[in-house]
């Protein structure tokens, strides 16, 4: 299963949700896809520093995938999904996505052949009702909510408050010791 993002800071609700992936025995694996340039332009952290602090989530099932960091550019999920398929025909690739992507879904370039070629599964997060509009996609249920966003880590870590509830120790500590998000 592919997990895109743009992981600034990577925290506890990405690794749960992976997690829950592997516990559900949806996917064999999760491969956390981050993005060299976000694909709305939002202003995201050098990609050394996200993939160091993205590498405090790897575990035997957990990966890093860091195909579209490679591309150098603009990564879209289409592209990336059809890269591994063909790269890969005998897997089959499946797509998480949270609810709080649920909105500007339509947005993403050829959604539709997404949701024609490919599995997406919604995981429910706090603060972002599973307002499915689009019948192909698969909600998750049973699964750890997930309370915390990299917006609200950012903000947080820029007021000096504290963050160490929503994070990996290890992510944490990395971002003390660079003082990432300290304008």
């Not at 925290?11 to 559900?24: D, F, S, V, W």
């Not at 995201?44 to 035997?60: A, Q, Y």
Request: aromatic fraction near 12%.
């Amino acid at each position: 299963m592919l997990f895109g993002g743009s992981f600034d800071p990577p925290h506890l609700g990405h690794q749960i949700m992976a997690q829950e992936i592997i516990r559900k025995k949806i996917a064999d694996e999760v491969w956390l896809v981050p993005c060299y340039k976000h694909p709305f332009d939002k202003k995201i952290s050098p990609v050394k520093e996200r993939l160091e602090m993205l590498n405090f989530l790897v575990s035997d099932k957990i990966k890093i995938c860091d195909y579209e960091i490679k591309k150098n550019g603009t990564s879209f999920t289409i592209d990336t999904l059809n890269y591994f398929s063909q790269k890969m025909p005998d897997n089959k690739f499946l797509l998480l996505i949270g609810s709080d992507q649920l909105e500007s879904f339509n947005k993403w370039k050829d959604y539709q052949d997404i949701l024609k070629n490919y599995q997406v599964f919604v995981y429910p997060r706090i603060g972002y009702p599973v307002n499915i509009k689009y019948k192909e996609m698969i909600i998750l249920s049973g699964v750890k909510e997930v309370p915390v966003s990299s917006t609200e880590i950012r903000q947080s870590v820029a007021k000096k408050e504290n963050v160490g509830k929503m994070l990996n120790n290890k992510v944490e500590k990395y971002i003390k010791n660079y003082s990432l998000y300290i304008n």
